[in-house]
């Protein structure tokens, strides 16, 4: 699978990379061709007889007909992609549009050229061959360079027609311009070559990192891990949110591991944490830790959406109803059933990376969390199963546009640390 997704995610990184050269490649075109048909209607359009023979229409009509194809092709690509047979059209182009642009040298000998073995204008194609490295295929920048060499000898076939002479330097002109065109080759299959392993890299380390946040999203919570990511480090400095705790115990599982086999015990309390935890992520709340049987979590730790308290006293509703219909289950198979306690408080905790000697934990202490934790362990002296704190059924009702989960008053319990009893509720009928 991993290999799978190794090839799926370099081939995007590589289509991505070769979509937005030939996205620039193409606007090029467009920029230096409408450049060159504007010099041309301003030198050759407008004269009075300009239009004396095919020549004007032919020039101006095939720069128009590359600027067309060149807005067709841009919008081929957003639809389909950098497709080999687009990118080897779209590098055909490229020439096309040289010779086009060279067109009025060749073709106005009175004009008074000399040749274009004595004009800078052919250098033009070097532009064409290198700009094909944009591809990030080395295959385009050979196919470039043959292209431009037969773009070349036609040109110079119309000059030779023409009966344009060089001069006395025109073997070592050519000679100047072949290893112009050979250089330009070499340096195109060369910057290709290593953008598409650059490209190749970018891939292979978006897997690695995709990979690396799946593996690390079993031992730590995903939400830490894309807030690490994005973050480049978690600060040890605290900070104060006011987040929502909910802690879930499994009751009597001491006794469960009395006279059974270890992976009876495992699989028994993962097919419980299993149905707590899917609750919980559902609700987008962070598991923050596993004491023993017992689970730790946190709305609003990582990134606050003003309705922790909501999504906490859903997630105490969801796990009750979870549970009976996984104890009837359990029930079925003759097996005992697996009962808890939930404890809920809202407030202010102090969040941040703390530990020491290397390990460290992104947790939030304080007395929401002492709270919490009491008031699950409340629930072993209560009928109730659930217990949550007036301050979080209050900032629920506050904050909740949604119809919550029904609760009633509990009798007021005492708190190991507070002096006097608590007002708390429950869940209805539970």
Do not use: H, M, T
């Given at each position: 699978m991993k290999d799978r997704n190794e090839i799926t995610a370099v081939s995007d990184a590589i289509r991505k990379a070769a979509a937005r050269g030939e996205h620039l490649a193409g606007w090029i075109r467009i920029v230096i061709v409408t450049l060159a048909l504007m010099q041309f209607l301003w030198f050759h359009g407008f004269k009075e007889d300009a239009f004396e023979g095919p020549r004007v229409p032919l020039v101006t009509g095939s720069l128009v007909v590359i600027l067309v194809l060149s807005t067709i092709l841009l919008k081929r690509l957003s639809r389909v992609g950098p497709t080999r047979s687009l990118l080897t059209l779209s590098v055909a182009?490229?020439?096309i549009a040289v010779v086009s642009v060279l067109w009025p040298t060749a073709m106005w000998p009175e004009a008074g050229y000399d040749g274009l073995l004595n004009l800078p204008n052919l250098s033009f194609f070097v532009v064409a061959i290198f700009v094909s490295a944009f591809r990030l295929d080395p295959r385009l920048t050979v196919a470039s360079f043959v292209f431009s060499g037969v773009g070349i000898v036609y040109l110079l076939y119309l000059d030779h027609?023409?009966?344009?002479?060089?001069?006395?330097?025109?073997?070592q002109e050519l000679v100047v311009l072949i290893i112009l065109l050979v250089g330009s080759a070499l340096l195109a299959f060369a910057a290709a070559f290593r953008s598409l392993e650059l490209a190749r890299d970018a891939g292979k380390a978006a897997v690695e990192q995709a990979h690396a946040r799946r593996q690390l999203g079993v031992y730590?919570?995903?939400?830490?891990v894309e807030l690490a990511l994005q973050t480049g480090a978690l600060g040890l400095d605290g900070?104060?949110?006011s987040v929502a705790v909910l802690f879930v115990d499994l009751?009597?599982?001491t006794e469960m591991c009395v006279d059974r086999q270890a992976d009876e015990v495992v699989e028994d309390l993962n097919a419980w944490l299993h149905e707590v935890v899917e609750v919980i992520q559902e609700e987008k709340g962070t598991v923050d830790k596993y004491i023993g049987d017992c689970v730790m979590a946190v709305f609003g730790m990582v990134e606050e959406e003003g309705n922790e308290a909501s999504r906490a006293l859903r997630s105490a509703a969801r796990i009750a109803a979870r549970m009976k219909t996984f104890n009837a289950q359990r029930d079925a198979r003759n097996e005992d059933p697996m009962r808890y306690g939930v404890g809920l408080h809202y407030g202010l905790g102090i969040v941040g990376s703390m530990g020491g000697a290397g390990r460290l934990q992104y947790t939030v202490i304080g007395d929401v969390v002492n709270r919490a934790s009491r008031l699950e362990e409340a629930t072993k002296h209560s009928e109730a199963s659930v217990l949550?704190?007036?301050?979080?059924?209050?900032r629920a009702v506050a904050e909740s546009g949604e119809e919550l989960p029904a609760v009633e008053a509990h009798a007021p319990v005492r708190l190991k640390g507070i002096p006097e009893p608590v007002e708390v509720m429950t869940l209805s009928g539970r």
């Open positions: 182009i490229d020439c027609r023409a009966g344009l002479e060089w001069g006395s330097r025109a073997e730590v919570p995903e939400e830490v900070e104060q949110k009751r009597n599982f949550l704190s007036q301050e979080l059924y209050q």
